[in-house]
């Protein structure tokens, strides 16, 4: 991606993060420099559990940030398989693997990303079953679907390699949960390899979007030769 989108991007997180700070709407000291964990993402789970693709999900795939705890919480106490991945991407089988069938804690405390590490199986992609929906984590989003995280690119991977395996496709619900505030009404830059979203849930509506987007699979030529060796699961696929 160029500087200038890599610049436009940054501006637009530090505009959503200061909105954020400036109507004391989330739970940290600060949203900068993260995955905003905003009040009400409580409400935003209760919405979203209310639709149809939700209730009729069984297998949900959610980022590990403290903003999405609650959808997890609520996928594991609706009896749903739900896959997180392990921080970073950074073992040989990188996705834990929660079963509200044979986990032995609550569903709060395991969907927490602490809990999880020491409760749940890792496994690697071609072992998991297809996902139905996907939660994703974000700083900002339109009402195009597209969606910036906070820059470290990992769920546009585990997106990408979920894609590969078969396992997303054009059925599988994307949607994220955000605070109203990270809803904006400016472009945001996206490249082939960006994950958009069909829906945004935030406490008080859903929005459906206007141009969704999902990526094929890997983009092979938009990673860095530091993140493939960083990262077992695309050195396995590259055949590295």
Known sequence: MSATHDEAKERVRAQVWDAL???DAVYDVTAHGRIPNFKGSDGAANRLAALDAWKRAKVVKAVPDKAQLPVRARALAEGKLVYMAVPKLATAKPFYVLDPAV?????????TSRVAATVAPTADVDALRPVDVVVLGSVAVNCTGARIGKGAGYSDIE?????EAGLVNAETLVVTTVHSLQVIDVPIPTTEHDVNVDLIV???????????????????????????????????????
């Open 202 to 240: 935030t406490p008080d509506e859903i929005i459906t979007c206007t141009t969704p987007h999902r990526p094929t699979g890997i983009f092979w030529e938009r990673l860095d030769v530091a993140k493939i060796a960083a990262i077992p699961a695309l050195q396995a696929r590259r055949g590295l």
């Open 21 to 23: 700070d400036a109507a």
């Open 159 to 163: 997106f990408a390699l979920l894609t």
């Open 103 to 111: 986990l032995e804690v609550p569903p709060h405390e395991a969907a």
